[in-house]
């Protein structure tokens, strides 16, 4: 089958970074991405690496290793405004389908 | 730009009873997806349509749902007869033509079966 697998939660301060991991099972494979949702709000899109690497977009940054099945969401100087939920998703078999992780839910204190 | 919007954004029915749900999503996107997340739980996929196509219709759960998209427009998805586990959040993305990883979502339909 397919899955990917991230913590449920992320506890971490202002100003701080935080790693968010996700590894995958998949039987195919053509990218991983990473969404983010707030509180009742839509997920929306922050990142895709379908190479092995670190791509950087200001303060996030998302790492892939595809020998590995594995990746990061990687989110520095945090700000309040980070605490939502942050999904990682694969496309598998097919090419056409997305699978989506659980989420981690992320909280930013003070 | 219009996003991708959603009708309704709450529904509440009875077991037994039938919902429509109806994404538009943005124009020109020739994809369209349908995604389903139960409380707590992972965004689900449920379908991609190519413009009026089904392409992958693997992830719908059983034959109460159908999911249309005349003309290659916007889309609906109904439920029909609504059991309690559909109990949910709906939602609808879309993504230009030939581009899959970068999906634009919609706010979502929450939906309560009673």
């Known amino acids: 089958g397919q899955s990917l697998e991230q913590p449920s939660e992320v506890t971490a301060v202002e100003g701080a970074i935080v790693q968010i991991n996700c590894t995958y099972q998949t039987s195919g494979f053509y990218g991983l991405s990473w969404y983010q949702q707030h509180d009742g709000g839509a997920p929306t899109f922050l990142s895709y690496n379908a190479l092995d690497g670190l791509e950087e977009t200001g303060r996030f940054s998302s790492f892939l290793s595809r020998s590995d099945s594995y990746g990061y969401l990687l989110l520095q100087e945090l700000q309040m405004k980070d605490s939502a939920s942050y999904f990682c998703a694969v496309r598998g078999t097919g090419g056409f389908k997305t699978i989506f992780g659980a989420g981690t839910r992320l909280f930013v204190k003070a | 730009e219009a996003g991708v919007t959603q009708f309704p954004s709450h529904s509440v029915i009875e077991k037994g009873q039938t919902v429509t749900l109806r994404c538009d999503p943005i124009?020109?996107?020739?994809?369209l997806y349908w995604y389903r997340r139960v409380m707590g739980k992972e965004i689900k996929f449920l379908l991609h349509?190519?413009?009026?196509?089904?392409?992958?219709e693997s992830g719908m759960p059983n034959n109460r749902f159908l999911a249309e998209r005349t003309g290659g427009t916007y889309s609906t998805l109904k439920v029909q007869p609504a059991e309690l586990e559909d109990s949910g959040v709906y939602f609808c993305a879309s993504s230009p033509s030939g581009k899959y990883n970068e999906q634009f979502f919609g706010p979502g339909t929450r939906l309560t079966v009673l």
């Open positions: 124009s020109g996107h020739d994809n």
């Open positions: 349509f190519v413009k009026e196509s089904k392409q992958d």
